[in-house]
């Protein structure tokens, strides 16, 4: 008698499907603390521009802030929590006044002048500070103290470079910004005094 040959559908299955199980990515690698537990690291946040910024908690690398005037951020740009160490530690490295030849600082014409940038201006406005990106000047106090709510944004984020209205007697730009002895930029002055020798 012939053996009959089974059907496909009496065949055992040869493929078995398994259901695949779902990874997880946590949304945060966790950080081991000193005393053995776990705790998810901190997270940046994304800026409406897309941009992740630190958290108003993290620490900022002190020793990276940028010198020069031109290109630093402004103190009220960072979280509230940080800028008086921000200040501390731009009072402890002082004004940005970098001793150049007389030629490396760059000549603007005004006119049928030629001027340009002279370091003896440091020995006279000590507040005084260079920006060799812009090649213009700004003023060191002004900086550590302004507010996002300043409309006098020449020495602190523009930056000043009309050479030919320095050397003009009482119409100095530097003196007139300076102003009176009872002016806001003279307080900013003695107060940046009274921090550093706090800190020393």
Known sequence: MAT???TP????????????????????????TSSGSATPSATPTATSSGTATPSDTSKFDLASLERDPGLR?????YPPNVRDDIRCEY??????QPQLRRDQYPVTEFGTQRRR???SWFNTFKWLEYSVSKDATFCFPCYLFE???????????DGFKSWKRVNDNER??????IGTSNSPH??????TRHIDKVIN
């Open 186 to 191: 003279k307080k900013l002055k003695n107060v």
């Open 147 to 157: 507010s996002d709510a300043s409309s006098q944004h020449a020495f602190t984020i």
């Open 4 to 6: 009959p040959t089974p």
């Open 117 to 119: 940038f002279q370091a």
């Open 172 to 177: 100095c730009a530097f003196l007139v910004h």
């Open 9 to 32: 559908s009496d065949a055992t299955p040869t493929h078995i499907h398994s259901t695949a199980t779902p990874t997880h990515t946590p949304s945060a690698t966790p950080t081991t």
């Open 91 to 96: 009072i402890r490295l002082g004004p940005c």
């Open 73 to 77: 951020r402004s103190i009220w740009k």
